[in-house]
T-cell receptor
Framework: NAGVTQTPKFRILKIGQSMTLQCTQD?????MYWYRQDPGMGLKLIYY???????DKGEVPNGYNVSRSTTEDFPLRLELAAPSQTSVYFC??????????????FGQGTRLTVV | DQQVKQNSPSLSVQEGRISILNCDYT??????FLWYKKYPAEGPTFLIS?????DKNEDGRFTVFLNKSAKHLSLHIVPSQPGDSAVYFC????????????FGTGTLLAVQP
């Protein structure tokens, strides 16, 4: 069982370039999340999705876009990379139940450096 | 506006003693709380959780306490082991249709042998 898979693991971008961080899960979870973790800081929610076709902004959405065309995939798009987007990005998924008593499972992260 | 706060960036304890990690929240709509453990270069892994209808949940060496009136929760690790050294994140979930999951800033726990 692969769980949550993120690609790539590392990436260096130049200012102004664009890229897509991939995230896929094989647990048939409805909820998916994107977080960023800056050095010495906590996890900040960028975007989240409650199901295919439904996405919403989190705490720090500026400079990012997402889409959710399938249950399995939740890619994160950076259109014009800036040094402030240098961070480690984590994708997570969570099972939907009648009550929110479930944990989220995380991928291994993508370390992005913008120079 | 930081809805979930961990005011202690770091904590050092001796092996075998109790580790107590604290977390405060501001959003009264949060109804489920989780603790995650994170090692360097890895994704966070789930440790223990508690529903807002409870005030305590125990799993082996780990116990989470919730004080809803104070909007405060804590994680107790007894006895602490060197392998527990990691960053611990508190997280809170707002129920309903959104199920947003908001994390705190983390506490670095160092367990000294």
């Amino acid at each position: 069982n692969a769980g949550v898979t993120q690609t790539p693991k590392f990436r260096i971008l130049k200012i102004g370039q664009s890229m897509t961080l991939q995230c896929t899960q094989d647990m048939n979870h409805n909820y998916m999340y994107w977080y960023r973790q800056d050095p010495g800081m906590g996890l900040k929610l960028i975007y989240y999705s409650v199901g295919a076709g439904i996405t919403d902004k989190g705490e720090v959405p500026n400079g990012y876009n997402v889409s959710r065309s399938t249950t399995e995939d939740f890619p994160l798009r950076l259109e014009l990379a800036a040094p402030s987007q240098t961070s480690v990005y984590f994708c997570a998924s969570r099972r939907r139940t009648g009550t929110p008593d479930t944990e989220a499972f995380f991928g291994q992260g993508t370390r992005l450096t913008v120079v | 506006d930081q809805q979930v706060k961990q005011n202690s960036p770091s904590l050092s304890v001796q092996e075998g003693r109790i580790s107590i990690l604290n977390c405060d929240y501001t959003n009264s709509m949060f109804d489920y709380f989780l603790w995650y453990k994170k090692y360097p270069a890895e994704g966070p892994t789930f440790l223990i959780s508690i529903s807002s209808i409870k005030d305590k949940n125990e799993d082996g060496r780990f116990t989470v306490f919730l004080n809803k009136s104070a909007k405060h929760l804590s994680l107790h690790i007894v006895p602490s082991q060197p392998g527990d050294s990691a960053v611990y994140f508190c997280a809170a979930s707002e129920g309903g249709a959104t199920n947003k999951l908001i994390f705190g800033t983390g506490t670095l726990l160092a367990v000294q042998p």
